[in-house]
């Protein structure tokens, strides 16, 4: 818990202004989304912890057409990376 607390705190909240109780809880929810099911987590050779680990690309040419979209959370504080289909 005390991991999760720093981390939520060095990462979101240290860089955000929070207008009230309500914002705060968004804010909070979004964080914990982001945290469960997209943020890579070192520990578990990078999968994340509610996924199974994707299966690994060792096709040349299908490495050489992926295509990576971004998406932003939280006015770009958080961002998404992943594979276009």
């Known amino acids: 818990m005390e991991r999760w607390v720093q981390t939520c705190r060095h990462e979101l909240l240290d860089r955000t202004l929070i207008w009230n109780q309500r914002h705060l809880l968004y804010v909070l ?3 914990e989304r982001f945290y469960n ?6 520990g578990i050779a990078n999968a994340r912890p ?5 299966p690994p690309i060792a096709d040349p040419d299908q490495i050489a057409c992926l295509e990576v979209r971004r ?3 939280l006015g770009g504080i958080l961002h998404e ?5």
């Open 29 to 31: 929810r979004e964080f």
């Open 37 to 42: 099911f997209h943020r890579p987590h070192q």
């Open 50 to 54: 509610l996924n199974p680990l994707p």
């Open 71 to 73: 998406r932003d959370r």
């Open 81 to 85: 990376d992943e594979h276009a289909a």
